[in-house]
C-alpha cells in the first residue's frame, strides 16, 4: 500500500486511518506518516491522525515533534490515556523525569488499571529518587499485573535499596 499524490482518497475516514495503522503495524513508517498527513489534510482536526504522527515520530527519534503532535492531540482529548503514556515516554526518552512522572499519572488518572503507566510512573520516580512513592506504584503494578517477574525484582531490589 501506498498513498501516491495522484491516488484517490478512500471516502470513509476510517477505513483510511485503518490502512495508516496497518502500516504502522507493519513497520513502514514512512507510509503510514503520508497516509496520516493525508488524513489532515482533508480532516485537520483528525486527532487520531494527530497522535499517531506523534508515536511515528517517536520512533523516528524526533522527540521534539513527537512531544508536539502527541501534545496537540492530548490538548484535543486529555482523557485518552494512551496518548498520556505516550508524551511521558516522549519525556522518559529526554530524562525530563518530572514531566515523565506527571504525564504518567495522567495516565493513570483518565484510566486508574493502565497498568504500563503505573510500571512506568514507579521506575520513573524511582530514578527520580522518590523512593516512597516509586514503593507504593510498584505495589499497585503489582496488584495489577502480579505475574511481572521483572517488576517483582525491580521492587526487591528498591526495598533493598530503602533497607526495608
Excluded at 123 to 152: C, H, K, M, S, V
Aim: negative net charge; hydrophobic residues 45%; glycine residues 6%.
Amino acid at each position: 500500500m501506498s498513498f501516491d499524490k495522484g491516488q484517490s482518497l478512500p471516502a470513509d475516514l476510517e477505513t483510511l486511518l485503518e490502512r495508516c495503522f496497518d502500516s504502522l503495524q507493519k513497520g513502514d513508517l514512512e507510509v503510514a506518516r503520508q497516509g496520516y498527513l493525508l488524513i489532515l489534510a482533508q480532516w485537520p482536526d483528525q486527532t487520531d491522525a494527530i497522535y499517531f504522527l506523534g508515536v511515528i515520530a517517536f520512533q523516528q527519534g524526533d522527540l521534539a515533534q513527537a512531544e508536539k503532535f502527541i501534545s496537540e492531540a492530548i490538548q484535543a482529548d486529555d482523557t485518552d490515556a494512551t496518548r498520556w503514556l505516550s508524551l511521558g515516554a516522549v519525556y522518559d526518552a529526554r530524562g525530563e523525569l518530572n514531566n515523565a512522572a506527571h504525564a504518567y499519572r495522567s495516565a493513570l488518572e483518565a484510566e486508574p488499571t493502565l497498568a504500563d503507566a503505573a510500571y512506568n510512573l514507579a521506575i520513573t520516580l524511582e530514578q527520580n529518587g522518590e523512593e516512597i512513592e516509586a514503593e507504593a506504584t510498584y505495589q499497585r503494578f503489582l496488584n495489577l499485573e502480579p505475574n511481572d517477574a521483572i517488576a517483582w525484582c525491580n521492587y526487591g531490589a528498591l526495598l533493598k535499596k530503602m533497607n526495608r
